[in-house]
């Protein structure tokens, strides 16, 4: 293996690492994001350079992962609609938590809000 091939997954398994890091424990405001991008284009060199690529990477995973919850949020969303027209439909509970998904609490109480 060529040792840029060695530097390349070293950096990405520490970058996989500081992005874990600021996942969990840091949530920056808008305003202290904001500070941080600007204090990132003013970097020079190499350093500047790393931390771009960092932030370029973390703002990634983000994106991934807010695409995700969202598709979540989507399915979710699409199973209680679904069930809210089998209940229009009189169907019973148990064959709308077969088909949906959705626990009997849920549709009970999905039931209660239509009403």
């Not at 398994?13 to 890091?21: K, T």
């Not at 020079?44 to 990634?60: I, W």
């Amino acid at each position: 293996m060529p040792a840029n091939d060695v530097q390349y997954e070293y950096r990405s398994c520490e970058i996989q690492l500081v992005n874990r890091f600021f996942e969990t424990y840091v949530t920056l405001t808008s305003s202290e994001e904001k500070k941080l991008q600007e204090e990132v284009k003013r970097m020079d060199g190499r350093e500047g350079q790393k931390v771009r690529e960092f932030v370029v990477s973390y703002e990634k995973k983000g994106m991934e992962k807010g695409l995700e919850q969202g598709i979540e949020k989507g399915k979710e969303e699409t199973k209680t609609e679904i069930a809210a027209a089998m209940l229009k439909k009189d169907m019973d509970v148990d064959t709308i938590v077969e088909i949906t998904g959705l626990s009997a609490g849920e549709i009970l109480r999905l039931n209660k809000e239509e009403q």
